[in-house]
């Protein structure tokens, strides 16, 4: 018989030392958000999150992964993921979506999102659109794990939600989200689509990362040369959001959502329960 890797189950006290990085994720990536106005390069975003870190105590847990050299993710127009702060002015009118971590008493948050840089007025319709369908379909995964019975529910439930409700645009296959808890990426993959494959049960203790991506076009990627921008093969924009959340006796907890995840979760008839000591 073949076991797949253990997936890590979370007691009440570990998830709130989750909650405690969530929340430093969180003001990380409102930083970032401050900084990307027009004129002001990727570089400068990622030094005003990196100051978070450093401010709060905490660690990236972006920054020295796997080489990577930065503490968030930035992604601008046709960069779907994994894009590397540098010497690019943002314009407004740029689609960014920001992805970010940080790391608490040995826990990690991750999370993810999109902005128009300029406000929404300086964007299009389209990309407003587009970045508002790639968070609807987070949400709509968030209450399947809140819901659902397994982790391939998720991935059914956005794939059910684009399919229906946002039909031209393209869903992302190639990168998942994952568990979450004493590493970044840990058991289970968490997909964004239909697999036929049922995957594991959703048990108490489950911390998960969801976070789908979604482009105005094909759903085709290519990876640059640099070995981790991925941008859309035929250059549509893309949009990716992500939150980290915990499945406990009491229910579910966006652990990097400011509320919990209440405002999120309330089209859907769901209350988020913060697990004790969180």
């Avoid at 920054?63 to 994994?82: D, L, M, T």
């Avoid at 970045?131 to 059910?160: H, L, N, Y």
């Avoid at 998942?176 to 808890?181: K, Q, R, V, W, Y």
Wanted: hydrophobic share 45%; aromatic share 6%.
């Amino acid at each position: 018989m073949i076991f797949g890797p253990r997936i890590e189950l979370k007691t009440p006290d570990q998830i709130a030392a989750m909650r405690r990085a969530g929340l430093v994720t969180h003001a990380v990536l409102e930083a970032a958000r401050a900084a990307a106005v027009p004129g002001a390069t990727t570089a400068e975003v990622d030094a005003a999150a990196e100051a978070v870190i450093v401010e709060s105590g905490a660690k990236s847990n972006f920054k020295g992964y796997q080489g990577f050299p930065a503490v968030v993710c930035i992604s601008v127009n046709e960069e779907i993921v994994h894009g590397i702060p540098g010497d690019r002015v943002l314009k407004s009118g740029d689609l960014v979506s920001i992805d970010g971590g940080a790391i608490v008493d040995g826990f990690h948050g991750d999370s993810a999102f999109t902005m128009v840089v300029g406000g929404e007025e300086a964007g299009s319709s389209a990309d407003l659109a587009l970045s508002r369908a790639a968070e609807e379909a987070m949400w709509v995964g968030i209450a399947a794990f809140a819901t659902g019975s397994k982790v391939s529910d998720i991935g059914d439930a956005i794939d059910d939600h684009c399919s229906e409700k946002a039909p031209d645009l393209g869903l992302v296959e190639e990168f998942t989200g994952h568990g979450i808890g004493t590493a970044m990426h840990m058991a289970p993959d968490v997909l964004n689509y239909r697999s036929g494959s049922h995957g594991p049960k959703i048990k108490p203790g489950m911390c998960l990362a969801i976070e789908p991506m979604l482009t105005a076009g094909s759903s085709e990627t290519v990876t640059l040369a640099d070995d981790w921008t991925v941008v859309t093969a035929d250059g549509s924009r893309a949009s990716h959001w992500e939150h980290s959340v915990a499945r406990h006796d009491g229910g579910v907890w966006v652990l990097t959502a400011e509320d919990g995840g209440v405002a999120g979760l309330a089209p859907f008839g769901i209350t988020p329960v913060p697990p004790r000591g969180a």
